[in-house]
């Protein structure tokens, strides 16, 4: 699964096939809790029949280190090369 915080990618062209997005309460000991968000975000593109995530987004904030993280599920049909 390709995963990337630009919104475009050169040399490549995809279909856009949805939103995905994920939550959690990082807290103190958030070991491990951000890779079963960014896990999660993945399934989600599987079931939508994507291939890769792009304009992914990062917020994290508030006393329990609250983390989101949204992004566009899309499946790739021109790649490099």
Partial sequence: ML???LPDLPDYA???KGLVC???ALGAMGGGKTRKIVE????????????AIVDLK????????YCVMTGT???ITRAPG
């Fill in 73 to 75: 599920a899309v499946k």
């Fill in 3 to 5: 995963i990337s915080t």
């Fill in 22 to 24: 994920e939550y959690a």
């Fill in 40 to 51: 999660s975000l993945t399934e989600q593109a599987r079931r939508l029949d994507a291939d």
């Fill in 14 to 16: 995809f279909l856009v």
């Fill in 58 to 65: 990062t917020v994290v904030g508030g006393d329990t280190a």
